[in-house]
């Protein structure tokens, strides 16, 4: 061995010691789980999500939602003030069943050192929950879609909160009431809705499977034009025989969904005029995301208003303009 | 801003990760293989599909596996089409990745397209959360660490061989070793090193870090180990300077247009654009070196270029 690769080693042999000395110091400290203080905080996932637990913290708690409007769940990262506001967190509500794909590891791990952490889809009966076929234990995650399903979830809240927070459980338990009336009356109003759509045309085309729940719920057949997985693609016998579909059946509108690509829908479009059915778009729907926070559209109950009154209107069914609460934007 | 045990954590797992992905980085670029990591990030697909439908799961585990068989395997047929087809090693890779991610939407298409199962929701992680553990020392620096240190002794027990490969295979054959079996050698131990990687901060760093500060490192020596030491060097400063840029930078940029609530952004992204800056600086101190000096250092002549024996 030569002079330079001695002092080659020596050097390596220097940064290994370093980085083992660093390894070593400064771990995370344990977390031990503690009574909830006064204006305690809450951190949740998606915008459905962190609606619901406002609704039922009410003034009690602070509630911080991690992702926006337009973020599609699946594919968000945290940043280093997300995990901040994580670990600092006194309760953390995720949706579940894999909506928050990697991150669910890491509320796994902040809930073993302590944190109180739920998933508000926990509740739920397998009976409800769909499951492809050929896999099962890979559930859907598109809950929310079915009001019923978003009432279980509002349960899990109530149930957790009351728990972690005794004093203040009868006001959980009015808030949640009050809440679950309203979700009643939303989830009556898509119903008479949607069933006002003459039969034959209760299809609802859409971007990407997330209206299984909503279809099923609702008694309207869904078909999405990718699968689930985002990486996955349309291919061209896909679209082929939904523009046979479309023209057959006279579709009038298909839609598209504010947080995926509206590539494919274009491409059903132009297929449909090609053979000479005018399809339009019927307009955009909020499937993972909820619209801008502040508006009607950016709560739970907005956003499935919205759903239900563009789809119901869309398709030549009988619907407010201003959907349920008279409270939606105006169609341009 | 509030510096926290997250901060420190963050910033020892990235400068592990960095370096351990920095030094095969800098031995694939003397073969002119750079783009293995970005081909590999695309080459896990069918991995993780085969994975999947062989294990009926998406766990973490089994989807590791599937990638670290599936970046393997990329390895190996690219050194194949390079051989049996004669053409460059980019061109190699090329041909081979992009098979490997046809192959995997195929898959996913046919047999599981009613399960979300990309890789940015089933194998890459984020080196944010991947810090928060349960342990004192959180898996992911051990695993940062044991790639480090795994990575540091290959180098120095192949390293002549490893230095010989890349300059000069005839000499190879003349000394009585296969030059091929060594930059295979080199190219699995950089798609395991680049899987594990990925699984734990994501893709872009562990790209850029294949790349970028060996490429540095490139514009400022032509001695071998002082190339893998700058690499090493600039990967680690890119680490520390990369996550303080991600706290601090949004907030301060945030205020010159009247905002003050922005938050950190991704500080994996935020190291691969320190990385950048880091080889903005490395050139110009070369630049600046070349008008001044009368013996600039010349560009490093690999393989690919004929006569190079000195």
Redesign the interface.
């Known amino acids: 061995m030569n002079l330079t690769a001695m002092h080659f080693l020596t050097r390596l042999l220097a940064i290994i010691g370093l980085s083992a000395i660093a390894v070593s110091v400064a771990p995370i400290a344990l977390g031990a789980t503690k009574p909830l203080p006064p204006n305690y905080t809450i951190v949740t996932t998606c915008g459905m999500v962190t609606d619901i637990v406002r609704e039922v913290a009410g003034d009690k708690a602070k509630v911080i939602g991690l992702m926006g409007e337009g973020v599609d769940p699946h594919l968000y990262k945290p940043t280093r003030d997300d995990v901040v506001k994580i670990l600092k967190a006194d309760v953390v509500f995720y949706s579940g069943l894999m909506l928050e794909g990697r991150m669910t590891d890491t509320f796994l791990k902040v809930s073993r050192k302590g944190t109180p952490v739920f998933a508000v889809t926990e509740l739920l009966d397998e009976k409800f929950l769909l499951e492809p076929e050929e896999f099962q234990g890979h559930t859907d995650p598109h809950v929310w879609m079915d009001v019923a399903g978003w009432m279980e979830a509002v349960k899990v809240v109530v149930r957790s909160l009351s728990d972690l927070d005794a004093a203040n459980a009868a006001y959980y338990q009015k808030n949640a009431e009050r809440y679950l009336t309203e979700l009643q009356k939303l989830d009556s109003y898509a119903k008479q809705a949607l069933a006002s759509i003459p039969t034959e045309r209760r299809v609802l085309i859409t971007a990407h499977d997330a209206f299984n729940y909503f279809g099923r719920a609702y008694g309207i057949e869904v078909k999405g034009i990718q699968g689930i997985s985002t990486e996955s693609e349309a291919g061209v016998a896909d679209i082929n025989k939904l523009v046979d579909f479309i023209v057959a059946k006279k579709i009038p509108a298909i839609f598209v969904e504010s947080s995926v690509s509206d590539k494919n829908i274009k491409a059903l479009i132009e297929g449909g005029k090609a053979r000479g059915h005018n399809v339009r778009i019927g307009g955009q729907l909020f499937s993972d995301a909820m619209g801008k926070p502040g508006t009607y559209e950016g709560t739970y109950i907005g956003m499935i208003d919205h759903n239900v009154t563009t789809i119901a209107r869309a398709l030549g069914g009988q619907a407010p303009e201003r959907g349920l609460n008279g409270k939606l934007t105006a169609a341009k | 801003m509030n510096w ?7 910033v ?1 797992t990235g ?2 990760i960095c ?1 351990a992905c920095a030094l095969p980085g800098a031995f694939l670029m003397l073969n002119r293989q750079s783009m293995l990591g970005d081909g590999i990030s695309h080459a896990v ?1 069918p991995g993780l599909a085969i994975a999947f439908l062989l294990t ?1 799961s ?1 766990e ?1 585990l089994p989807m590791v596996i599937g990638a670290v068989a599936a970046g393997v395997l990329t390895a190996v047929l690219t050194q194949m089409v390079q051989r049996l087809g004669q053409v460059e090693s980019g061109a190699a890779l090329g041909v081979v990745f992009c098979a490997l991610f046809a192959l995997g ?1 195929i898959l ?2 046919v047999a ?11 194998l ?3 080196i ?2 991947a ?8 898996r992911v ?2 695993i940062s ?1 044991g790639l ?2 795994v990575n ?1 002794l290959l ?2 027990l192949f ?1 002549k061989e490893l230095r010989i490969a890349a300059f000069d295979p005839a000499l190879a054959t003349t000394l009585g070793f296969n030059a091929d079996a060594i930059r295979l050698g080199l190219t699995v131990v950089a798609s395991v090193t680049t899987v594990l990687a990925f699984e734990s901060v ?1 893709s872009i760093l562990v790209i850029a870090m294949l790349v970028v500060p060996a490429a540095a490192a490139s514009l400022l020596t032509h001695r071998l ?1 002082w190339l ?2 700058f690499a ?1 060097g600039f990967a680690a400063l890119s680490a520390v300077l990369g ?1 303080i840029g ?2 601090t930078l949004p907030q301060t940029i945030g205020r010159w247009f009247g905002q003050s609530d922005l ?5 994996a992204a935020m190291m691969a654009v320190a990385a950048g800056g880091l080889f903005l600086v490395a050139w110009l101190v070369a630049a600046i070196r070349g008008w001044t000096k009368s013996n600039p250092v010349k560009p490093i002549e690999t393989t690919m270029s004929p006569a190079s024996h000195r």
Do not use: F, Q
């Open positions: 926290s045990e997250l901060d420190t954590w963050i020892i400068v592990l370096a697909l009926n998406r973490v939407l996913i298409r599981s397209d009613k399960v979300d199962l990309d890789a940015d929701c089933v890459y992680g984020s944010e959360t810090v928060v553990d349960v342990g004192r020392v959180p620096a051990l660490g480090l240190l540091i180098t120095l390293y994501g180990h893998l030491l090493l996550h991600a706290v938050g950190a952004t991704s500080s």
